[in-house]
């Protein structure tokens, strides 16, 4: 557990913006027939979940707590601490995710959009709830 002066911090994200003139895509892979997220939900316990993301591609778990004190997390800045954070667990003992995945959304498989991973040990995965994420870089789904 932190000591001393410790500031926790509520999300890990960023933003980004298109050029005009250059082409994106916006959307889930067709092929992974997986259903696109369309709103969004706090995470509850028991939820069970799936992610994208760039080294573990898809992934399922399950939400197993919803106010997780995560740290230290080793940035370049210095090792940061996290609070309300939600911690998800991969299916059947599977990692959910690994170094690389982070900035995935985690999604309720009813499509809501829970959380934004950021952070993992190798058996549990780290993610900031999604409205806290939205609040911080003051923007919306759509």
Known sequence: MPVGNVVFNQVDAAVAATQDGVPFGQGFNPSRSLISPTSTDAAKVGDKVFKVGRTTGLTYGEVVDIATIVGPVVYDPGPCWFQGS?????????????????????????????????????????????????????????
């Open 86 to 142: 939600m911690t998800i667990e991969g299916d059947n003992g599977t990692m959910f995710s690994d170094k690389g995945d982070s900035g995935s959304i985690i999604v309720r498989t009813s499509g809501d959009i829970l959380g934004l991973l950021y952070a993992g040990n190798g058996v549990q995965s780290y993610g900031c709830p999604i409205d806290s994420v939205f609040q911080a870089l003051q923007c919306t789904l759509y």
